[in-house]
Structure formats: C-alpha cells, structure tokens
C-alpha cells in the first residue's frame, strides 16, 4: 500500500469512528427494539456497517 498523507489517514480514521458510532447506534436501537422485525431490520443494518468498518480497516494492514 503507498504511504498516506497525513490528511488521508485523518480522513480515514474520521471514516472509521463515524462507521464504529453508527455500529453503536443501530445495535442499541435494536436492544431497544420490541418488534421482532424491526429489531432484524436495525441489527441487520449495524452488521453491514461492521462490515464497512472491517474492509476499510483491513486495507490500511
């Protein structure tokens, strides 16, 4: 991987903590959550954010 600016690295870990607060987020609505379907529907969309936040993290090894 080329080196990164150091504007590039802060714009990345700027990604990476708005996709962990949105993993936050949408897993404590669930919790919240007494609908059995909406509670899927909002734990689904924190998973796909975890998956965001691990192929973006993964590519700066």
Do not use: V
Request: a negative charge; aromatic letters at 4%.
């Amino acid at each position: 991987m080329a080196d990164l600016s150091e504007k590039e690295l802060s714009s990345i870990q700027d990604i990476l903590n708005q996709e962990d607060l949105l993993i936050k987020k949408f897993k404590n609505l669930s919790n919240q959550c007494e609908d059995p379907e909406i509670k899927d529907k909002l734990m689904g969309i924190s998973d796909r954010h975890q998956k965001h936040f691990n192929s973006i993290y993964s590519q700066l090894r």
